[in-house]
């Protein structure tokens, strides 16, 4: 897996920027996990469900991070999940651990939980995915419907995500950095 194409790679966030109006998108921050010439995928890190990750998957519910509910990753495939899991320092080996970038990467969700306590740090589990074909996601930076930016573990765990967006807008350089002084009601922009 090349994980690389263009300016993008696993490992990046992509903030939707203040021209996106699909509502499965608007003020979202996705996380990259996977990109190659066939296209992209990741998942929205800012849609916590109130839905308890114990109801749908049990002792899990026991192993994520808080708040443990199921994440709204993307539009597809929402009867399926994802886990996001920060290895533990030697934990990238760990069965069922694919990195993405660094000790950030999936958990198989058909691992055992007892062989995942104590090679996972942090773990969230998402509900359905984003996913673009070839192309398609460099199309839609391209006309500005995305900002690609770098990522860092604590933005994918964050215990409260309705300033992710803001907040990750902030750390940018330059220009970018002022579209997080936007007011928070898009009718308002």
Do not use: C, K
């Not at 300016?7 to 939707?16: I, K, P, R, S, V």
């Not at 699909?22 to 469900?49: H, I, K, M, Q, T």
């Amino acid at each position: 897996m090349n994980n690389v194409v263009g300016d993008l790679e696993a490992g990046m966030l992509l903030l939707a920027s203040p021209d996106l109006l699909d509502p499965n998108f608007v003020d979202s921050v996705v996380l990259l996990l996977d990109v190659n010439a066939e296209g992209a995928l990741g998942v929205v890190l800012n849609r916590p469900s109130a839905l308890p990750v114990s109801e749908v998957l049990g002792e899990w519910g026991d192993v994520v991070d808080e708040p443990e509910v199921l994440f709204q990753g993307g539009p597809v495939s929402t009867d399926g999940a994802l886990a996001v899991a920060l290895a533990a320092p030697g934990g990238e080996d760990a069965v069922g651990f694919r990195s993405v970038t660094d000790r950030l990467g999936l958990l198989d969700l058909d691992t055992p939980t007892e062989l995942v306590v104590g090679t996972v740090e942090r773990l969230r589990i998402f509900a359905g995915y984003a996913g673009w074909g070839a192309g398609q996601l460099q199309g839609e930076i391209e006309e500005g419907s995305w900002y690609a930016v770098p990522g860092r573990a604590d933005d994918v765990f964050r215990l409260d995500t309705r300033d992710l967006w803001r907040d990750v807008m902030r750390r940018q350089p330059g220009d970018l950095a002022l579209h997080a002084t936007r007011p928070a009601d898009p009718e308002l922009n």
